[in-house]
């Protein structure tokens, strides 16, 4: 499902952020990445989501070179993949119901889906009785549950999460990585970048290590080991 | 799916606007400065027009005849006048009337009515007062009765004088002043509101950079341009129709005040003009506000969606 061939991120006056990356990962997997910070987890997900291009190299979508896609098409493809971040990057100024609806009606859905599928996922993440309320008035495992269930509104093929568990307590971080497993059960690819030791162990699954941009381990029921 | 899109993205910008607060009023009331500069030049414009429409009117020819003049000669003289282009009206005002207007003016002055007494006949001759078009043109009508046309000929004896010579220098500096302050008029115009639209697309720049992480989240979920940029427009759109609306209830107050006030002084009822010219003015306000708002909103948010 995405290919990475012969990938280098150099930025400028800087080390080269990602060396050499060759990568497979295929549809319904749940791969972990790993690294110290500065390892290069962060610029190989810009690279899929082609926040960032590649100064050599290239990375593919299926068939599809990312990075010689038109804005256009750039958006068509990131309504196929869910993005969860260690910030949650959701709009301040619309309220949980708001946030999902959203994501929904960039991707063209009718009213009627929206307001069905909406509060049918709120439900799934346990916000129910908060779809009414912005995201400063949610505390940090409810912004990330509500960032997930934004992610999966549009049934993508393919979920990142980068760090996803970085700001949360190990209750929370628990209920997040059981909601990805379900969601990777159900078929949906799933990458998931970290540095919680306890994630990558619950997980049980590929385990991908960076250090320095480089790929230093590939381990198919892989272990924290960095 | 078009007009989905257009509902949806009006109702996200209505939204926005009343959750942005103070950025949206502050918005509201810079783009309301520009339009009452826009709203005031509209103003200023009708005070200019209004002013030099009265100079203008009020300089004209003025041919005397002596006492003795024959009324058919100076009828034939004025209907020879008529037949130019350049002339508007002509006023011929008979001996008697310039008698009675003579003896109205000195009512109180009863050393000269007793003079005239004295003198018994009517000493006055009659006159005609022509008018042009444009104050350019009074040279020409001039020229015309310094010509040698047979009506001027048969008049030429009876005419006293033409005082057109006499305000010649008048006419001349009042030509040079009208085109003068018109041009002024339009460059100061020219510059005020291209001051205030840069104040009012910074101040809209800055309501979008405060949004600029959200247009990154917008992108990262899978919105479009157009989609994104459309509710930035709605809320320019709103920015302009609020601050039209201001600026007509502010200009209400102060004309009704200045209409009052300095009616005489203007030379024209200020707030009159504004009841009278109220849609006019309404709709080049609205439409400029719209066009300011949307076309700040439109450059400020394009940095933000490249690719």
């Keep these: 499902?995405?290919?990475?061939?012969?990938?280098?991120?150099?930025?400028?006056?800087?080390?080269?952020?990602?060396?050499?990356?060759?990568?497979?990962?295929?549809?319904?997997?749940?791969?972990?990445?790993?690294?110290?910070?500065?390892?290069?987890?962060?610029?190989?997900?810009?690279?899929?989501?082609?926040?960032?291009?590649?100064?050599?190299?290239?990375?593919?979508?299926?068939?599809?070179?990312?990075?010689?896609?038109?804005?256009?098409?750039?958006?068509?493809?990131?309504r196929r993949i869910g993005v969860v971040f260690q910030d949650f990057k959701l709009l301040s100024n619309k309220t949980a119901y708001e946030n999902i609806a959203f994501a929904m009606e960039a991707s063209g859905k009718t009213d009627e889906e929206i307001k069905s599928d909406v509060p049918h996922v709120l439900d799934l993440?346990?916000?129910?009785?908060?779809?009414?309320n912005f995201p400063h008035q949610l505390s940090g495992g409810e912004r990330q549950r509500l960032a997930i269930a934004r992610a999966i509104i549009?049934?993508?093929?393919?979920?990142?999460?980068?760090?996803?568990?970085?700001?949360?307590?190990?209750?929370?971080?628990?209920?997040?990585?059981?909601?990805?497993?379900?969601?990777?059960?159900?078929?949906?690819?799933?990458?998931?970048?970290?540095?919680?030791?306890?994630?990558?162990?619950?997980?049980?699954?590929?385990?991908?290590?960076?250090?320095?941009?480089?790929?230093?381990?590939?381990?198919?029921?892989?272990k924290y080991v960095i | 799916m078009f007009w989905v899109d257009v509902k949806r993205i009006m109702r996200s910008g209505i939204t926005s606007f009343k959750r942005n607060g103070i950025v949206s009023i502050a918005a509201v009331l810079i783009t309301t400065i520009t339009l009452s500069v826009i709203a005031g030049l509209i103003f200023l414009n009708a005070i200019l027009n209004s002013s030099l429409a009265d100079i203008r009117d009020k300089v004209d020819v003025t041919i005397y005849f002596t006492s003795t003049a024959q009324e058919s000669t100076i009828l034939d003289l004025k209907t020879s006048l008529q037949k130019l282009p350049e002339v508007l009206a002509i006023d011929y005002v008979t001996r008697e009337q310039a008698l009675a207007t003579f003896k109205e003016r000195h009512q109180n002055d009863y050393v000269t009515l007793q003079a005239l007494e004295e003198i018994g006949d009517n000493p006055l001759g009659a006159s005609l007062n022509v008018k042009a078009k444009e104050t350019s043109q009074y040279e020409t009508v001039v020229k015309f009765l310094e010509g040698d046309s047979s009506a001027v000929k048969a008049a030429s004896a009876s005419i006293d004088k033409i005082n057109?010579?006499?305000?010649?220098?008048?006419?001349?500096?009042?030509?040079?002043?009208?085109?003068?302050?018109?041009?002024?008029?339009?460059?100061?115009?020219?510059?005020?509101?291209?001051?205030?639209?840069?104040?009012?697309?910074?101040?809209?720049?800055?309501?979008?950079?405060?949004?600029?992480?959200?247009?990154?989240?917008?992108?990262?979920?899978?919105?479009?341009?157009?989609?994104?940029?459309?509710?930035?427009?709605?809320?320019?759109?709103?920015?302009?129709?609020?601050?039209?609306?201001?600026?007509?209830?502010?200009?209400?107050?102060?004309?009704?005040?200045?209409?009052?006030?300095?009616?005489?002084?203007?030379g024209m009822n200020l707030f009159a003009y504004y009841k009278s010219n109220f849609f006019q003015i309404f709709a080049i306000v609205l439409g400029s506000g719209i066009v300011i708002g949307v076309i700040s909103s439109w450059i400020a948010i394009s940095r933000y969606l490249r690719k």
């Design chain 1, 1 to 78: 499902m995405i290919y990475f061939n012969n990938v280098s991120k150099k930025y400028p006056k800087d080390s080269p952020a990602l060396e050499d990356i060759n990568l497979t990962i295929s549809a319904g997997e749940f791969v972990s990445l790993v690294g110290h910070s500065g390892a290069g987890k962060t610029t190989l997900i810009k690279l899929i989501l082609a926040e960032e291009s590649p100064t050599e190299g290239n990375v593919f979508f299926e068939s599809t070179d990312i990075h010689s896609l038109s804005a256009k098409e750039l958006t068509k493809l990131r």
């Design chain 2, 164 to 266: 057109y010579y006499q305000n010649k220098a008048v006419i001349d500096r009042l030509s040079v002043l009208a085109s003068g302050a018109e041009r002024l008029g339009f460059i100061l115009s020219f510059i005020m509101v291209a001051i205030s639209i840069m104040i009012t697309f910074t101040t809209v720049r800055l309501a979008i950079f405060i949004a600029r992480e959200e247009i990154g989240i917008m992108r990262l979920v899978g919105a479009g341009n157009r989609y994104i940029r459309g509710p930035f427009m709605m809320e320019g759109i709103i920015y302009g129709i609020a601050a039209s609306m201001i600026t007509m209830l502010i200009f209400y107050p102060f004309t009704y005040w200045m209409g009052n006030h300095l009616a005489d002084f203007f």
């Design chain 1, 125 to 132: 993440v346990d916000l129910g009785d908060k779809i009414f």
């Design chain 1, 154 to 222: 549009n049934q993508p093929e393919l979920i990142i999460a980068d760090e996803p568990t970085g700001n949360l307590d190990p209750i929370n971080t628990y209920e997040v990585v059981q909601i990805l497993k379900k969601i990777n059960d159900l078929g949906t690819t799933i990458i998931l970048t970290t540095h919680n030791r306890g994630v990558i162990e619950s997980v049980g699954k590929r385990v991908i290590s960076l250090d320095k941009g480089r790929i230093v381990r590939d381990d198919k029921d892989g």
